[in-house]
């Protein structure tokens, strides 16, 4: 894709109709994302306001049809990639996504305009086993109305929050791609959580568990993930692996829960040895 990022950077009117037409098409708007991001990191805010305003139109188009995802994802990645700009950390843009994505859930946005009872009620009456079981949660006084709003809201925000970071990934890889070949799979198998910055994401969680805002604790692992995946990329590019690795390593963190949580505590590890400089100087 990258003749197609060349040319969406050759001016502002090219980078505003793709990303208007990216957030436009059904399934598509992660390209807007993308694009928005990308314009943002090589320009900054400022400059990148015409294209992020070109992709929000559309995306909002979509919030009045009932899908928040769309104009969600593109300003979460805007505020990812004004982040990483200034900064130039992953793991700091990272955190700041995940502190935005859980406030979006905290807000409610992510909860059908109609409340969830005429979810649940569905459920009943198409699924007599989840009847059952909400009846039997109901009578151990948990509060289903309750439970249902996290659930939907944190699986959105999930969803959200992971592809805000694909944008941003794809917009980094682009801009490495035209300006500074190679940079990319550099800067990310470098990218590793600073001790710090465990401790603001267990300060984020320990916040959210005191004042009860579920919606803080229910993200904070993500870039502890993608911290992570970047440790697996990092180990096998030192070592010279064959591509098929990686292949095998996504199947196995997208189809077993095990490979999720030994990727969290290898990365949990990772900010204090600092796996890949060992291995580095051992070579």
Request: aromatic residues 8%; glycine residues 12%; charged residues 10%.
């Amino acid at each position: 894709m990258l003749p197609v990022a060349r040319w969406l950077m050759q001016g502002l009117p090219q980078a505003t109709i793709g990303a208007a037409v990216g957030t436009l098409v059904p399934w598509l708007f992660w390209l807007g994302a993308a694009i928005a991001a990308l314009v943002t990191l090589r320009r900054g805010l400022s400059s990148a306001l015409p294209v992020i305003v070109a992709a929000a139109l559309p995306a909002g188009w979509w919030w009045s049809q009932g899908d928040v995802i769309p104009l969600s994802s593109v300003l979460l990645v805007t505020l990812m990639a004004v982040v990483l700009r200034s900064r130039m950390r992953w793991s700091e843009a990272l955190i700041i996504g995940a502190l935005g994505g859980a406030l979006m859930i905290q807000s409610g946005i992510f909860l059908p305009p109609g409340g969830v009872e005429p979810l649940l009620e569905q459920l009943r009456q198409g699924a007599p086993e989840i009847a059952a079981m909400l009846d039997d949660m109901a009578s151990q006084g948990v509060d289903t109305r309750q439970l249902a709003n996290l659930l939907i809201g944190g699986v959105t925000g999930l969803v959200v929050l992971l592809v805000a970071v694909g944008c941003l990934a794809l917009a980094r890889a682009w801009q490495a791609g035209l300006y500074n070949p190679g940079g990319f799979r550099e800067e990310f198998h470098a990218l590793r959580l600073a001790p710090r910055e465990l401790l603001v994401l267990l300060g984020i969680g320990l916040v959210g568990l005191v004042l009860n805002l579920p919606g803080l604790g229910m993200l904070v692992w993500v870039p502890l993930l993608v911290a992570g995946i970047a440790l697996v990329h990092g180990f096998i590019g030192l070592k010279g692996m064959h591509g098929l690795w990686l292949g095998i390593f996504y199947v196995l963190l997208i189809f077993t829960w095990p490979m999720i949580l030994i990727v969290l505590l290898v990365a949990l590890l990772d900010s204090f040895a600092d796996f890949r400089a060992r291995l580095g100087r051992g070579n």
